[in-house]
């Protein structure tokens, strides 16, 4: 573990993470018995981030904005209106699509909490939550981003966005050379998690690798 | 409140270190966690806004340590017992040792998709915008006591209304008094070396969502 930020990959020592077991399951027996939650329910939530909502359905967004201009102008427009057309999103969070461009790169943060487009992307990856990233990304975003290995060009502005209310951004990244003519469900397999919330840029070779 | 939590622009959490092919969830406990706050918050037991300052008030040491999750835990048995929902004699035992409260609501399996779906935030003007895009304005010198969505990091700088969203539930009074209190939410741009100094990379500029109250004209 890293001296410098103890919830880096939400380890802890063994001792605490059996006491937090405990804890949380008294809580739930005590919660089932004052008849406030349904422990059936709560099985249901987990299943659904563990196995529908995740970063797949925001890849596959970004795909067809990248093949379909229609579909890019309503994203634009309006993200919320768009993805609810999708059918497979549902009832989206406020949503709105950040278009990168040669001179200019996204990158979403959330400094106060953990603020993250969940119905697109899912739940945020620890280094998303983590005080490193929190704290760093408005002042040294170019920092940070070396950090996942992308090194932008100088003139390449950076917008960073710090996700203060009930608004969800979802980058938009561009469509790289070397994808002429792959299926969208091929495009959609190139577009991480982290090319969404800004941090990576897709990688063709990943999907030719497919 | 001026919190740990309020992160922008600390110095010395080191490198961010992301984590290849993470699980959803590391622990089954975190699952748990998470579920059970989404299940109490779909009953209304208190709002998002409560829900974020519960965390908040978590002391510093305590809010900057463990894994995310153990906040979440924290902050909601201190949300249990401040909503009068569990007594302490109930989480020192393990179990209930009176009935529970009635709730608005009980989340139940089949209704799933309300529980993962957000609703909007978004509210009926109360009165004319103040701004509009193009505007210059200044993020308050303000430092509320209770709950606010205004980073440390932006205020007394100035910056530019970029666009207005329509009116949303303000969560300062949100959190502090459960009224939805709607106000203007506009992005608001800053230039990087207005925040940061000179020294600061020329190429970045930073936006926050700010409500009217935390604005004023430049």
Not at chain 2, 186 to 202: I, S
Request: charged share 25%; aromatic share 8%; with cysteine.
């Amino acid at each position: 573990m890293s001296t410098h930020d103890h919830d880096h990959h939400g380890h802890e020592h063994g001792s605490e993470l059996s006491d937090m077991q405990l804890r949380v399951r008294a809580l739930e027996t005590i919660l089932t018995e004052k008849g406030y939650v349904e422990p059936a329910a709560l099985d249901a939530i987990i299943e659904a981030y563990e196995t529908r909502i995740g970063p797949h359905l925001g890849a596959g967004v970004v795909a067809k904005a990248w093949v379909d201009a229609e579909f890019r102008r309503q994203l634009f427009e309006n993200a919320t209106k768009a993805v609810a057309g999708l059918g497979h999103i549902g009832r989206s969070e406020h949503l709105i699509a950040l278009e990168n461009t040669p001179k200019l790169h996204h990158v979403v943060v959330c400094t106060l909490c953990s603020c993250y487009p969940t119905t697109v992307l899912g739940l945020p990856p620890v280094w998303y939550k983590s005080h490193a990233y929190r704290s760093r990304t408005v002042a040294d975003p170019r920092g940070v981003l070396r950090d996942f290995g992308l090194e932008l060009p100088k003139d390449t502005e950076i917008r960073v966005w710090d996700s203060t209310a009930e608004l969800r951004y979802l980058v938009v990244p561009m469509r790289p050379k070397g994808t002429e003519g792959w299926s969208e469900e091929k495009l959609a397999s190139i577009v991480t998690r982290d090319c969404m919330i800004g941090t990576r840029l897709p990688d063709p070779a990943q999907g030719a690798a497919r | 409140m001026n919190g740990v939590h309020d992160m922008g622009g600390m110095d010395g959490f080191g490198p961010v270190q992301p984590e290849e092919n993470e699980p959803v969830f590391h622990e089954k406990w975190e699952g748990r966690v998470l579920a059970m706050n989404r299940s109490l918050g779909f009953s209304r037991a208190w709002n998002g806004d409560i829900s974020r300052h519960a965390k908040e008030i978590l002391p510093p040491q305590v809010y900057l340590e463990g894994p995310y999750y153990r906040r979440w835990a924290l902050g909601l048995e201190q949300m249990l017992m401040t909503h009068g929902l569990v007594d302490a004699d109930e989480f020192a035992a393990g179990h209930a040792l009176r009935p529970g409260k009635p709730l608005k609501r009980k989340l139940t399996k089949d209704q799933l998709e309300n529980a993962i779906s957000r609703g909007s935030y978004e509210r009926p003007a109360q009165a004319p915008a103040l701004f509009k895009a193009g505007d210059r304005v200044r993020a308050r010198n303000i430092h509320p006591k209770g709950h606010t969505r205004l980073p440390r990091y932006v205020r007394g700088h100035a910056g530019v209304i970029e666009r207005a969203h329509g009116c949303h539930v303000f969560p300062d009074s949100h959190a502090a008094r459960r009224e939805e209190d709607p106000q203007w939410l506009y992005t608001v741009r800053f230039e990087g070396r207005e925040l940061w100094g000179d020294k600061a990379d020329p190429g970045v500029k930073v936006s926050i969502d700010a409500w009217e109250p935390y604005l004023e004209r430049a």
